[in-house]
């Protein structure tokens, strides 16, 4: 079907697009992470993305760790992560060409509104985590190599713990279900911002530990090596690398909100 047909017939069906009618191969497969699925961003930036291109973007959303083996095996045009000693490596290992900062938020640790650990009057993050491990309270890993899993592994071994026992709960899902477990449980555990204020169902959980620098949490964009993988679609996921630390890029970043709060801030290098 030509591109005619096919609006004559989408006219006939009483059907509508919003921007311009795309072939079959204007798109690009994105590997990213479960937050910024989960958070609603997508939603918000790649229709802008797609009206100035002319260039969809289909999201696999799963951990970072994964991410990075979809990259290293040619199965997606294109990266967006968070987690930065990873994403050089990456780049190191020869398998992206360029790094860049994108945007960033931060993590958080929400637990029952009733704080069994009494984590909410720590001064630091080792401190909650250290009240977490003594006081034997369970907490819900996501245990998926993701980059919010590995960010909490990074802080339990900055507390000088090794998590183990009944408490510790490695779960292997996302983040949404994540939280869902927790609530279940009455456990605690260790979020991104944005998913925590995009999700909609928190039962008995509550915001109880935020603000320490150690859980800044930055998101990077990987162009991924034509020399590596000539088969990728490098010329369209060049132009989404380099949109997304565009001004119009970073602008609908900015824009994205959830019950007035933004959720991830642009900080484009």
Partial sequence: MNKTTAL?????????????????????TLASTTST??????????????????IDVRVVAVGTGQAFEIGRRGDADSLLVHDTAGE???????YATERLNVMYNDFVIVG??????GISG??????????????????????????????????????????????????????????????AMGAYTLTDRATWVAF???????????????LFNQYGSLLLSEERH???????????HEWLVSEQGQQAIADYKVDGQQLFFPNAE
């Fill in 112 to 117: 029952p509104s009733d704080d069994p650990a």
């Fill in 122 to 183: 720590s001064e630091t993050v080792t401190d909650a985590m250290q009240l977490i491990a003594e006081s034997e309270s369970p907490f819900a890993s996501r245990g998926d190599d993701s980059g919010t899993n590995r960010a909490e592994l990074r802080l339990w071994e900055d507390a000088g713990i090794t998590p183990q026992g009944e408490w510790y709960r490695e779960l292997g899902s996302g983040m949404g279900p994540t939280i869902n477990t927790a609530a």
């Fill in 88 to 94: 050089e490596q990456f780049v190191a290992d020869g």
């Fill in 200 to 214: 909609k169902n928190p039962q008995d959980l509550t915001l109880l530990f935020e603000g320490d620098e150690a």
């Fill in 8 to 28: 004559l017939t989408a006219g006939a069906l009483g059907l509508t697009w919003s921007g311009t009618l795309l072939a079959d191969d204007d798109y690009i």
């Fill in 37 to 54: 699925e989960n958070s609603g961003l997508f939603d918000a930036i790649i229709p802008t993305f797609t009206e100035e291109t002319g």
């Fill in 230 to 240: 000539p088969h990728l679609k490098h010329d369209l996921a060049a132009q989404w």
